[in-house]
């Protein structure tokens, strides 16, 4: 999704929101720019299509010296990838970057050229920065923003520049946007993503919808918000950040992505002890006393899958209902959701359009929410009644890992404090227990990388992958499937082991390939259908219990795993093992693993 930085404070301002722009990388886009007032109070405006390096290399001749810039990096949705219609847009004085959908674009530009303007883009953006100009010809910029953005329809983030008045405007609806400033060193700063603050403010704000949002150096706090009627506005929240960390090192690993493969066992245990023991203790106990007749489960992607899993651990031990949909699919399709039933939404961003809006169906169905979610302060960690942070950290490889772990552990936290047994000290050792075990299994298999590695070496260029699991083993099935696909870009699909008869077998040959996760439940019934696939000729990887002759004998490449003691939670432990083989089959396809083509890390649009 589109990426938005904007700055205010000493000279060298154009840096720091190119530095927020890099930042902002992972997110996937097409084109950035930049826009910026010179000390003339005359804006320049620079923007190229293709990476950000290509925007870098134009600046170097140029004159950037500036105390206030916006830039961009645009994922194209309205108009084709090219530099005319990248971001900033900008008319005479006035520049603006956006991130989202203005729905009745088209309208409000005919509307606009029978005022007599022309405009330069194809863009849908470029339409609310003429609307802004229009209304400023009877209005300041501030209430010409407000006035305009009530006109507009769809998810929108927009931050504009003003030559003359030298300070920004920023407003959201239901589309990322945070502020920071650090008043010791005068920096003001806004963004569509936390992320890219870091290291410049030393605190964050959280406007809320329709809440103008004001930069100015003029002013001592140097950010004021206002609502709609332009009066101050207590519609945001605040924390402080630390500009210690600096998350863009990824150490000795070539990709964020391992090293998010790397981090997780270490954040497995430490999410256990903060629900269990720090802080997190308190928010465990209030949700543990809803007492939901069932719940409703929706997310995307990789999230979605986790929440399979979820609804495995919350079925199986809590006996509770759990529909679990594609968040897509559950906005539109006029959901039954009763009173006493809760909606759960499982997002690593909070930022994903699809997932927020099935937050506020649910809302609207007077349910209560229930949020699993990585960044604090999100879209959707601010509009659900509860939240249980997972706790990944920064994840900026944009193919989920660490995130996809800590959701599904996350949701096993959940079913135990749902149970009744959730005050019993030695209910919770012995999960404690476990989990520990689930670590440091992990970190078995993460001293195994060159085993996997050199299985990677032998499979990554056949023609197809079939990954298969029964039962809790299905969602890793698919969320194999789902890295791979994103990572290496062939072709993999998630099957439930039984089904594969059903039809797709028709495909397989010496070219398929089949990850079979044959867990030590039912595997007599999973071993029966790789034969199946044997028979054909197709190519058998088994993830599997390490005593296990028959399965190593039968497979062409076998991965033993010690499943004892792990019960419920062993689909997380085979989950990395798929981590590690995708990650290594795209590293020896060349791929761009941390920012795979087409691919954004938040899909903030529908
Ligand atoms: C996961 O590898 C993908 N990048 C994608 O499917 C992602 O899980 C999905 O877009 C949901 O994102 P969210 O967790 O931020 O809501």
């Known amino acids: 999704m589109c ?38 109070g005359i804006i320049n405006t620079f923007k190229k299509e293709g990476k950000l390096e290509n925007l ?25 990838v090219n530099d005319t219609n990248s971001h900033p847009h900008s008319i005479e004085n006035l520049s603006m970057v956006h991130n989202g959908i203005i729905e009745n674009a088209d309208i409000l530009r005919e509307g606009l050229i029978k005022e007599g303007y022309t405009f330069k883009s194809e863009t849908d953006s470029e339409v609310f920065l003429i609307m802004v100009h229009s209304l400023m010809k009877s209005m300041p910029l501030g209430e010409a923003i407000l006035k305009g953005f009530s006109q507009i329809s769809g998810n929108s983030a927009f931050v504009f520049i003003h030559g003359e008045e030298k300070e920004i405007y920023a407003i959201r609806k ?6 920071g400033t650090h008043s010791a060193n005068s920096h003001a700063l806004v963004s569509s993503d936390a992320y890219a603050l870091v290291g410049v403010a030393d605190r964050i704000y959280f406007p809320e919808d329709n809440v103008l949002c004001h930069l100015s150096g003029k002013n001592k706090e140097l950010i004021s918000f206002y609502d709609t009627d332009g009066r101050p ?18 150490g000795d690993y070539e990709h964020f992505m391992l090293k998010e493969i790397n981090e997780q066992s270490g954040l ?20 543990g006393k809803l007492r939901p007749s069932k719940f409703h489960i929706s997310a995307c992607g990789t999230a979605y899958y986790a929440g399979l899993v979820v609804k495995n651990f919350i079925e199986g031990i809590n006996r509770i209902p759990c529909s679990t949909e594609l968040a897509s699919e559950f906005r539109y399709r006029n959901p039954i959701v009763n009173d006493g039933e809760v909606g759960l939404f499982i ?62 552990l996350t ?20 999960l404690a227990a476990k989990v520990s075990l689930l670590a440091d299994r992990m970190d078995e298999v993460l001293g195994r990388e060159s085993e996997i590695k050199a299985i990677a070496e032998e499979i990554y260029n056949k023609k197809g992958y079939f990954f298969t699991g029964r039962n809790i083993y299905f969602p890793i099935a698919l969320e194999g499937a789902l890295k791979l696909k994103e990572i290496a870009y062939v072709h ?27 867990g030590p439940e039912l595997k007599d019934k999973t071993v029966s259908n790789i034969q199946e696939i044997k028979a054909r000729k197709g190519i058998i990887v088994s993830i599997g219990p390490e005593d296990d002759k028959n399965l190593k004998k039968m497979s062409d490449y076998f991965i033993g795993l010690n499943f004892d003691g792990l019960e419920e939670l062993s689909p997380l432990y085979v989950n990395l093992v798929n981590q590690l083989l995708s990650y290594y089959m795209a590293k020896f396809k060349g791929t761009d693993i941390d920012k795979p083509r087409n691919l954004a890390k938040s899909v903030t649009v529908e």
């Open 3 to 40: 990426g938005i930085v904007g700055h205010l404070g000493p000279m060298g301002s154009v840096d720091i929101v190119l530095e927020g722009l890099k930042r902002l990388e992972y997110r996937g886009y097409d084109s950035s720019g930049v826009s910026f007032i010179n000390e003339n």
């Open 56 to 80: 870098v290399q134009l600046l170097e001749d140029k004159d950037t010296a500036s105390m206030i810039s916006i830039g961009h990096t645009r994922w194209a949705t309205h108009g084709g």
């Open 174 to 179: 239901s589309a990322p946007l945070v502020c």
């Open 233 to 250: 506005s207590k519609r945001y929240t605040s924390k402080v950040q630390s500009t210690q960390i600096d998350p863009s090192d990824k």
């Open 268 to 287: 497995v245990r430490s999410l256990c002890q903060y629900y269990f023991e720090g802080d997190g203790s308190t928010f465990l106990n209030d949700i």
């Open 347 to 408: 997002s690593q961003s909070g930022e994903t359009a699809d997932t927020l809006a099935c937050q506020e169906e649910c809302v609207k169905l007077g349910v209560k929410t229930l949020s699993l979610v990585n960044v604090e302060g999100s879209s959707l960690y601010r509009g659900c009644d509860h939240n249980l942070l997972i706790r990944a950290g920064m994840e900026i490889g944009v193919a989920s890992t660490k995130a996809f772990t800590q959701m599904g």
């Open 411 to 430: 949701g096993r936290l959940l079913s135990f404090a749902l149970n009744e047994k959730y005050t019993d000290k030695e209910a919770r050792r012995e």
């Open 492 to 518: 993999a699909e998630g099957y439930a082991s039984g089904e594969l008869k059903h039809g797709p077998i028709a495909l397989i040959d010496e070219e398929m390939v089949n990850i079979a996760i044959v």
